[in-house]
């Protein structure tokens, strides 16, 4: 076996005088030519050479992967949980109603002091009825908003009680869940009839296992009946609990519960979203001749649209994101520096890697492309282990606070647009430097 | 499995001036008063001072001299390693002396081929993908790439080691990968670096007799080698002393590689790897 066959065909080929003429002379292999060269290109092999490198490597190449994991990480996570809050703070906006405006109270001025917006009774039951004729306001409602105690049987609890019109309910989006939303007819007579949230239904009755349509709850020591459950809502992006509220007639409210003119808000919907702003001029102007202010004076009430409450929602969602999305990025850089400190160190390990390869034909760019990949493999490696993980604390974290789960597609794709432009970034100087080195130095070194 | 070969003269004696029908009888090699010159700090230190030689297809070259005398120099610009600092130099009818790196590279690809003292194999990948990698960044195609590697490394006797690692192989071994690879792309020349400086004396026979049946074969092989021996395995000895060319002759009587092996090979039939196994790791390449 040691005697190799190219010996035995060269004693072989002394015994027979030349017969077969050039093709097969240079050392018996057949002879290539220039058609056999630059059939393929070299990325498929450059791919698979960097592929060698980092599977030689295998505990440094984890290393360097976990700086970029734990970053890309980091920003899916982040992402996911604004993302999360946001889409719970638009959802609690958009449950009170896209195309509503509330009037409240403004601040009173006394000797000018101005006193928290809400503190002082300015409007007026008249007010909403004055609002009510506007154009493109389909339905207006008062709320008179009062803390009692409510019993029923042997329990007790503390809710908020509000007395609103009929028309609430549509403009609140409330489904019922069992029974009915109060009449008109209920509001008109004045009569004692509630409707109660699934907390306080929670509270009072789902002790004792009794069906609270048609049973009588008592509200400050009056009784009402309660004919309708409301189905949940959840808690709301500010305002906790929107479940734990008992709805009565207006007019109930304004005799029995608050013995007052003066009401706390006026909600108004309008036909349409996009005359939010004219709306609001007309109840500025109309109000300001009411309460008879003069130019220049501040209003005594203030006007909050579920347009404005969103901007403003998305503006902090936003801050919060830019935040985050900050932080995190701090820690790709960091990553993306391991990589390069790496990818250097590999360089200079493979000094004499390089020079073989050099001397028998590769380009530079070969070595710069081979360098370029390692090190773009080995981010994008980082990025999808980071997306999977980030995923899953996203998905942790919104389970544990009852946050939405939101996935947009942003949150998929920027891992690899984020940890492939840092491969890119941070390889591409040892990747040129190992393609600069000096072939004859390089093979010299050990 | 015979190749059919041609030989223009009987095998021992090959006349120095067999006719390359690729090249059409030009010279392989033609240098003119190639000059190099490398400046450490201030000084400048003329490592070759004005070398003019010509090398016809087919000569079996060997290149002495004692260390400092400018033959590796010599070699790097032979080699298309490096560009001189003056003078020309044609490989194979092509200007080569100022050609851009990307050519270089190109030339050292398709028309040189190398083979190192330490081997310089690389020590992760197989006898098989060694001998692949020139063909890889030459473009071949991959089932030619596989087929001629193969083939290369069955006329070096090694049809069984192919997916060995080159630390599972002897030195004699390693260096025979190394002339695998060396030829694959079909090189106009076969450079060969003290191919025989890590090999002990039995080996070195070895190796020798392959390159002197690849010469037969019509191959163009220089050789650098200090050891007087080995140059007698040669057709011509070129000496250089100083920077310069001292002398430039025939080796009148060659020696024969192929049969002082023959005659070596039966004595102990089974030479395992393993005798040199340790000698070995040490050159294994990077």
Redo the contacts between chains.
Sequence with gaps: MQATNLMEDVSAGVARPAQRPSRKKRGMLPQLSPRDFDRVGKLGSNISIALEGIWANRLRSMLTTLGIFIGVAAVVAALILTQGVSANITNSITSLGTNVITIAPGAATTRGAIAPAGTTQTLTAADATAVSKLADVTTVSPIISVNQQVIFSNQNWNTRIQGVSPSFQTIQNWTIAEGAWFSAGDEQSARSVAVIGQTVKQKLFDPLGVDPVGQTIRINSQLYRVVGVLQSKGSGGFGGNQDDVIFVPFATAQDRLKNSTYIDQIVVQLDDASNTNAVQQAITTLLEQRHRILKGTPDDFNLISSQQLLQTANQFTSILTILLVGVAAISLTVGGIGIMNIMIVSVTERTREIGIRVSIGAQRQDIRNQFLIEALILSLLGGLIGMLIGLLIGYGITSLTGLPFVITLTSLIMPFAISASIGVIFGLYPAIRAARLDPIEALRSL | ????????S??GVASPRIV???NHGKPVIVVHNLRKTYWLGQTPVHALRGVSLEVSPGEFVAVMGPSGSGKSTFM?LI?C??RPSQGEYLLAGKLVSHMS??EL??V???LIG?V?QGF???S??SALHNVE??M???????E?REH?AR??L????L??RMDHLPSQLSGGQQQ?VAIA?A?????SL?LADEPTGNLDSRTSI?VM??LQ??N????TIVLVTHEPDIAEYTTRRVTFRDGRLLRDEPVLDPRDA?AE??AL?PQD?E?APQASKERNKAHA??
Excluded: C, H
């Design positions: 499995m015979a190749f059919p070969i041609s030989i223009a009987s095998a390359n029908a690729d790097n080699g390693l490096d790196n990307q590279a190109t050292r690809n398709r190398f190192f310089n194999l690389l992760r990948a990698l020139p890889v960044y030459g473009g071949l195609t991959k030619l001629r083939q290369a069955q006329l070096v006797g049809g069984t025979r690879r030829l694959v792309n079909s090189p076969l070895e007799a392959i049946a690849l037969q074969q019509g191959l192929q092996w023959a090979a039939p030479r390449g990077n």
